[in-house]
Structure formats: C-alpha cells, structure tokens
C-alpha cells in the first residue's frame, strides 16, 4: 500500500501543477498509451512491493505516479494533456513525465543494487 499512496501523492501533485498552469501547451495521447499508463500503474503498485526494499519502493511509487498523472489528464482534459513546462519554445512536459523518468531510474538502479546485494537469493527456486 506504500506504493500506491506515494502514487497517489505524486499524481495529485502533477495534477495541481496542470490545473494551475497558465495557457500550457497541450499534446493528444492515444488510447494505446492510455492501455499502457494503466497497466504501468497497476503493476507497479502490485507487483513492485514483492522486492522488499525501501528505494525500490519509492521508485515505483513515483513513477506510478507520474502515470497516474498522465492517465488522469487524459481524462480530464479532452483538448490534450497540459504541458506547462517549457523549454527553449519548443520542448514541452509536465511533472508527471519528470516522476516518470526519476521513478523508472531510481527503481532501476535500486532493483540492481538489492539484486548485487542479494546475489544468494536470486538462486533460490521460484
């Protein structure tokens, strides 16, 4: 449950950002990516909390998050989901594409380092 309140949070603070943001840049996600975000969602809070181990937890707590963010911008602005910030004119993101990219590293690099530090237990039969 760790998982899923930090992806709550994560989401929540995302989607504050989009709907205080002023005249964001807004970009259409198809409902391939919506089938992906939720399906990212839901096995990071299922199956992530298996790996017993704080760093990897909040990794995916992030980026669930950040997909939760995205997934309900797609349903709540039907002119595109908001990208309110911009660089140099003509790079545009939001928040939840930033806990996406920081998520997905540090559970990455988290699970490495259990599975270095654990190395006698990635023999033990399933």
């Given at each position: ?8 949070a994560f ?61 309900v911008s ?53």
């Amino acid at each position: 449950m760790k998982v899923a309140a930090l992806a709550a949070a994560f989401g929540a603070v995302d989607l504050v950002q989009k709907a205080t943001a002023v005249d964001p840049i807004r970009h259409d996600r198809s409902f391939a990516a919506f089938v992906l975000m939720a399906t990212v969602c839901v096995a990071l809070v299922l199956v992530v909390p298996l790996l017993p181990w704080t760093p990897v937890l909040l990794g995916a707590g992030v980026a669930a998050g950040g997909a939760l963010g995205n997934l309900v911008s797609m349903l709540v602005w039907h002119g595109g989901v908001p990208d309110p910030l911009v660089v140099s004119g003509w790079i545009a993101f939001n928040l939840a594409d930033v806990f996406v990219l920081a998520g997905d590293a540090l559970l990455l690099s988290a699970a490495v380092v259990y599975a270095l530090r654990n190395r006698e237990r990635l023999r033990l039969p399933v």
